[in-house]
């Protein structure tokens, strides 16, 4: 991430040349409101929706515009050149910031931190995954609505806030929700140097049994023990090696969204109020069956990042060496979708295909043992998301 701005530039033209005849430009209108004043003529807007706009540029001016939003905005994408008016303008009649989260290149996705992430990987431990599944299983539900529901994200709170208790530019927080009484649980570390840049790495705290949830019983041990006891994994090694990223990094535990993805689109409604810059998501939802006898990880294409979704294929050829694919879901599965929506790259690297889901998901027999009795599958996605923070935030 060292040559971030020439490189982000050098991505973006070479995009554009792929498509030597895109010249229809679809971009943000507040990145189009700065952009202006730099651009060598005057430039008409074609047509206009969803906070952002249509423009006709030539290839030169398109490269241009790149260098300047880097340049003046310190941001990335943020811009797609189209290859007709009709396609630039149905891209953003349909879909406004969900398109853009879903097509724009959002940051630099070079792998140059190996000296870093191959020894984290080389830490990460199945026990100890396996052993948070089994505390968490032990609910008798996380329901967002139950008393055990409340308990059990307080004690997701407590052990992060026990992994990072050295660490003085880490803190651990519940994030109440005003509808609800099942808090959701953020961990920050403090970027040392773009702090104000953010990567996060989420899974979902809650389970549910059943239609309606209440006190019926919900181990929830694939669905999503397994997604936080991974991202525990991750905060266990990056804090007994005292890794201290340039960018910050939140990890994330999301009160229910087994009931709509409520506790997600209320964070990422609010940092989308806010402007926070947001550069990568990954959601983790379901880690521990492996379902799929020819794939160990499989990206849902739908409600995702393209570019970030290829950048997690290459962290897992190089640091975690398993097959693996796409699939998709076919609707707003997870809390993934919340942050697609808010117009932030998201992406859900998944323990199967689609067609070889865990039936037992939603039951009481969702379980650790009728999921294989052992956290390796889980420990797979440990390692990824070890090389996607390291990598996105240094
Ligand atoms: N973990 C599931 C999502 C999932 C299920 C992904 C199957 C891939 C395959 C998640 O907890 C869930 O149950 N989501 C709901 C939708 C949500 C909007 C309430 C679902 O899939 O019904
Ligand atoms: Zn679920």
Redesign the pocket.
Known sequence: MKKIMGLIALTLSASVLAAPKAQWVTVDNNVLAKIRPKLNKSVQTLYSAQGASVVKLSQDEIEGLSHVIHNELHRCGGFIAHESFEEAQNALSFQGDMYFAKSAIFTDYTIDQSNIVAPLVAQVEEPSIRSMIEKLSNFNTRFYKSETGIKSSEFIRDTWSELSKHRSDVKVELYKHSSWPQASIIMTIQGSEKSDEIVIVGG?ADS?SGMFGGNSRAPGA???ASGIATITEVIRVLMQNDFKPKRTIQFMGYAA?????LGSKDIAGNYKNKSKKVIGVMQL??TLNKGTADKDIVM?ADYTNGAQNEFLGKLIDEYVKVPWGYSR?G????DH?SWTAAGYPAS?P?E?T?ED??RK??TPQDTLQSAGGDAKHAAKFAKLATAFVVELAN
């Open positions: 979902h549910i694939d669905d999503n969204e087994e009931v709509g993805l939802d379901m849902m879901c609707y707003g599965c997870s979708a859900i998944f199967s689609m889901i865990n998901i939603h």
